[in-house]
T-cell receptor
Framework: GENVEQHPSTLSVQEGDSAVIKCTYSDSASNYFPWYKQELGKGPQLIIDIRSNVGEKKDQRIAVTLNKTAKHFSLHITETQPEDSAVYFCAASRVGDTDKLIFGTGTRLQVFP | DAGVTQSPTHLIKTRGQQVTLRCSPK?????VSWYQQALGQGPQFIFQYYEEEERQRGNFPDRFSGHQFPNYSSELNVNALLLGDSALYLC???????????FGPGTRLTVL
Protein backbone atom coordinates (compact mmCIF):
# COMPACT_ATOMS: atom_id res chain seq x y z
CA GLY A 1 0.00 0.00 0.00
CA GLU A 2 0.91 3.66 0.07
CA ASN A 3 3.68 4.45 2.49
CA VAL A 4 6.08 7.31 3.29
CA GLU A 5 9.21 6.61 5.32
CA GLN A 6 10.99 9.49 7.07
CA HIS A 7 14.47 9.69 8.62
CA PRO A 8 15.85 10.53 11.06
CA SER A 9 13.24 10.42 13.82
CA THR A 10 15.24 12.91 15.90
CA LEU A 11 17.86 15.45 14.86
CA SER A 12 19.89 17.75 17.09
CA VAL A 13 21.98 20.55 15.61
CA GLN A 14 23.84 23.60 16.82
CA GLU A 15 22.42 26.99 15.91
CA GLY A 16 23.75 28.06 12.54
CA ASP A 17 24.32 24.51 11.29
CA SER A 18 22.29 22.87 8.51
CA ALA A 19 19.64 20.18 8.98
CA VAL A 20 18.54 17.58 6.43
CA ILE A 21 15.47 15.35 6.67
CA LYS A 22 14.86 12.59 4.11
CA CYS A 23 11.70 10.84 2.94
CA THR A 24 10.98 7.94 0.63
CA TYR A 25 7.56 7.24 -0.91
CA SER A 26 6.19 4.02 -2.33
CA ASP A 27 3.42 5.18 -4.70
CA SER A 28 5.05 6.04 -8.04
CA ALA A 29 1.90 7.99 -9.03
CA SER A 30 2.49 10.56 -6.26
CA ASN A 31 2.97 14.02 -7.74
CA TYR A 32 2.83 16.48 -4.84
CA PHE A 33 5.15 16.59 -1.82
CA PRO A 34 4.52 19.12 0.99
CA TRP A 35 6.48 19.61 4.19
CA TYR A 36 4.80 20.64 7.42
CA LYS A 37 6.17 22.02 10.68
CA GLN A 38 4.25 21.20 13.84
CA GLU A 39 4.92 22.97 17.11
CA LEU A 40 3.71 21.64 20.43
CA GLY A 41 -0.05 21.92 20.80
CA LYS A 42 -0.58 23.26 17.29
CA GLY A 43 -1.70 21.97 13.93
CA PRO A 44 0.77 21.30 11.10
CA GLN A 45 1.90 24.43 9.25
CA LEU A 46 2.87 24.18 5.57
CA ILE A 47 6.43 25.44 5.11
CA ILE A 48 7.26 24.39 1.53
CA ASP A 49 6.00 22.05 -1.16
CA ILE A 50 7.20 20.65 -4.48
CA ARG A 51 5.50 19.11 -7.46
CA SER A 52 6.75 16.21 -9.54
CA ASN A 53 7.68 18.37 -12.53
CA VAL A 54 10.26 20.26 -10.46
CA GLY A 55 13.53 18.91 -9.05
CA GLU A 56 14.30 21.59 -6.48
CA LYS A 57 12.59 24.53 -4.80
CA LYS A 58 14.01 27.10 -2.43
CA ASP A 59 12.44 29.64 -0.06
CA GLN A 60 14.99 31.64 1.94
CA ARG A 61 16.64 29.19 4.38
CA ILE A 62 14.48 26.24 3.35
CA ALA A 63 14.89 24.06 0.26
CA VAL A 64 13.34 20.82 -0.94
CA THR A 65 14.77 18.41 -3.50
CA LEU A 66 12.96 15.62 -5.34
CA ASN A 67 14.38 12.55 -7.04
CA LYS A 68 11.45 10.89 -8.84
CA THR A 69 13.50 7.96 -10.10
CA ALA A 70 14.57 6.98 -6.60
CA LYS A 71 11.27 8.16 -5.07
CA HIS A 72 13.17 10.29 -2.55
CA PHE A 73 12.62 13.86 -1.42
CA SER A 74 14.48 15.87 1.19
CA LEU A 75 14.10 19.02 3.28
CA HIS A 76 17.17 21.20 3.80
CA ILE A 77 17.25 23.96 6.44
CA THR A 78 20.31 26.19 6.46
CA GLU A 79 21.49 28.56 9.19
CA THR A 80 19.21 26.93 11.73
CA GLN A 81 17.76 29.01 14.56
CA PRO A 82 16.25 27.93 17.91
CA GLU A 83 12.78 28.80 16.60
CA ASP A 84 13.22 26.10 13.95
CA SER A 85 12.86 23.53 16.76
CA ALA A 86 9.68 21.53 16.09
CA VAL A 87 8.44 18.26 14.56
CA TYR A 88 8.67 18.18 10.77
CA PHE A 89 6.47 15.94 8.62
CA CYS A 90 6.85 15.08 4.97
CA ALA A 91 3.84 13.96 2.96
CA ALA A 92 2.95 12.70 -0.51
CA SER A 93 -0.24 12.72 -2.52
CA ARG A 94 -1.72 12.24 -5.99
CA VAL A 95 -3.22 15.62 -6.79
CA GLY A 96 -6.19 15.34 -9.10
CA ASP A 97 -6.71 11.71 -8.19
CA THR A 98 -7.05 10.78 -4.53
CA ASP A 99 -5.71 14.04 -3.07
CA LYS A 100 -5.27 12.52 0.39
CA LEU A 101 -1.96 13.24 2.09
CA ILE A 102 0.13 10.26 3.20
CA PHE A 103 2.39 11.45 6.00
CA GLY A 104 5.77 10.29 7.22
CA THR A 105 6.32 9.51 10.89
CA GLY A 106 7.93 12.86 11.68
CA THR A 107 11.34 14.22 12.66
CA ARG A 108 11.85 16.04 15.94
CA LEU A 109 14.40 18.79 15.25
CA GLN A 110 16.16 20.45 18.18
CA VAL A 111 18.35 23.49 17.55
CA PHE A 112 20.63 24.32 20.45
CA PRO A 113 21.79 27.94 20.94
CA ASP B 1 -8.22 36.52 6.60
CA ALA B 2 -9.16 33.80 9.10
CA GLY B 3 -7.43 30.48 8.78
CA VAL B 4 -8.94 27.09 9.48
CA THR B 5 -10.74 27.01 12.82
CA GLN B 6 -11.82 24.01 14.87
CA SER B 7 -13.96 23.53 17.95
CA PRO B 8 -13.80 22.51 20.65
CA THR B 9 -10.10 22.69 21.55
CA HIS B 10 -10.24 19.82 24.00
CA LEU B 11 -12.83 17.17 24.76
CA ILE B 12 -13.04 14.34 27.28
CA LYS B 13 -15.48 11.48 26.72
CA THR B 14 -16.02 7.99 28.10
CA ARG B 15 -16.08 4.74 26.17
CA GLY B 16 -19.28 4.13 24.23
CA GLN B 17 -20.20 7.81 23.97
CA GLN B 18 -20.55 9.80 20.79
CA VAL B 19 -18.70 12.99 19.84
CA THR B 20 -19.05 15.75 17.22
CA LEU B 21 -16.13 17.92 16.15
CA ARG B 22 -16.48 21.04 14.04
CA CYS B 23 -14.37 22.76 11.41
CA SER B 24 -14.62 26.04 9.50
CA PRO B 25 -12.41 26.16 6.40
CA LYS B 26 -10.10 28.97 5.36
CA UNK B 27 -11.94 31.77 3.57
CA UNK B 28 -12.56 30.86 -0.05
CA UNK B 29 -11.88 27.14 0.41
CA UNK B 30 -14.57 24.59 -0.44
CA UNK B 31 -12.94 21.24 0.38
CA VAL B 32 -12.44 19.84 3.87
CA SER B 33 -10.36 16.82 4.86
CA TRP B 34 -10.16 15.22 8.30
CA TYR B 35 -7.12 13.51 9.79
CA GLN B 36 -6.44 11.63 13.01
CA GLN B 37 -3.07 12.11 14.68
CA ALA B 38 -2.15 9.70 17.46
CA LEU B 39 0.54 10.79 19.91
CA GLY B 40 4.00 10.68 18.32
CA GLN B 41 2.71 9.78 14.85
CA GLY B 42 1.92 11.48 11.58
CA PRO B 43 -1.67 12.38 10.69
CA GLN B 44 -3.80 9.61 9.14
CA PHE B 45 -6.44 10.50 6.53
CA ILE B 46 -10.04 9.84 7.61
CA PHE B 47 -12.14 11.31 4.79
CA GLN B 48 -12.63 14.31 2.51
CA TYR B 49 -15.75 16.36 1.78
CA TYR B 50 -16.42 18.39 -1.34
CA GLU B 51 -19.77 19.75 -2.55
CA GLU B 52 -21.38 18.36 0.61
CA GLU B 53 -20.43 14.78 -0.26
CA GLU B 54 -17.83 12.37 1.06
CA ARG B 55 -15.40 12.01 -1.85
CA GLN B 56 -12.74 9.77 -0.38
CA ARG B 57 -12.31 7.68 2.72
CA GLY B 58 -9.29 6.27 4.51
CA ASN B 59 -9.12 3.03 6.50
CA PHE B 60 -11.47 4.04 9.27
CA PRO B 61 -14.60 2.16 10.40
CA ASP B 62 -18.15 3.34 9.81
CA ARG B 63 -18.22 4.68 13.38
CA PHE B 64 -16.50 7.69 11.83
CA SER B 65 -18.90 9.79 9.78
CA GLY B 66 -19.06 13.37 8.64
CA HIS B 67 -21.02 16.11 7.03
CA GLN B 68 -20.35 19.24 5.03
CA PHE B 69 -22.74 22.18 5.12
CA PRO B 70 -23.61 24.63 2.29
CA ASN B 71 -21.20 27.20 3.81
CA TYR B 72 -18.42 24.56 3.44
CA SER B 73 -17.99 24.03 7.19
CA SER B 74 -17.82 20.41 8.29
CA GLU B 75 -18.45 18.07 11.19
CA LEU B 76 -16.78 14.83 12.18
CA ASN B 77 -18.87 12.41 14.22
CA VAL B 78 -17.51 9.39 16.04
CA ASN B 79 -19.91 6.86 17.58
CA ALA B 80 -19.29 4.15 20.20
CA LEU B 81 -15.99 5.69 21.27
CA LEU B 82 -13.07 3.40 22.05
CA LEU B 83 -9.98 4.15 24.11
CA GLY B 84 -7.98 3.97 20.87
CA ASP B 85 -9.92 6.91 19.45
CA SER B 86 -7.98 9.23 21.78
CA ALA B 87 -6.00 11.49 19.44
CA LEU B 88 -5.64 14.95 17.95
CA TYR B 89 -8.25 15.39 15.21
CA LEU B 90 -7.15 17.76 12.47
CA CYS B 91 -9.18 19.48 9.82
CA UNK B 92 -7.55 20.72 6.63
CA UNK B 93 -9.09 22.88 3.94
CA UNK B 94 -8.17 23.40 0.31
CA UNK B 95 -9.55 25.06 -2.79
CA UNK B 96 -11.59 22.72 -5.01
CA UNK B 97 -9.49 19.65 -4.30
CA UNK B 98 -6.25 21.30 -5.40
CA UNK B 99 -3.06 20.26 -3.76
CA UNK B 100 -2.36 22.69 -0.93
CA UNK B 101 -4.06 21.73 2.31
CA UNK B 102 -4.02 24.11 5.28
CA PHE B 103 -4.54 22.67 8.74
CA GLY B 104 -6.42 23.94 11.73
CA PRO B 105 -5.13 23.73 15.32
CA GLY B 106 -6.94 20.47 15.98
CA THR B 107 -9.26 19.08 18.63
CA ARG B 108 -7.67 16.95 21.34
CA LEU B 109 -10.05 14.07 22.16
CA THR B 110 -9.44 11.97 25.24
CA VAL B 111 -11.52 8.82 25.75
CA LEU B 112 -11.55 7.41 29.28
Amino acid sequence: GENVEQHPSTLSVQEGDSAVIKCTYSDSASNYFPWYKQELGKGPQLIIDIRSNVGEKKDQRIAVTLNKTAKHFSLHITETQPEDSAVYFCAASRVGDTDKLIFGTGTRLQVFP
Amino acid sequence: DAGVTQSPTHLIKTRGQQVTLRCSPKSGHDTVSWYQQALGQGPQFIFQYYEEEERQRGNFPDRFSGHQFPNYSSELNVNALLLGDSALYLCASSLTRTDTQYFGPGTRLTVL
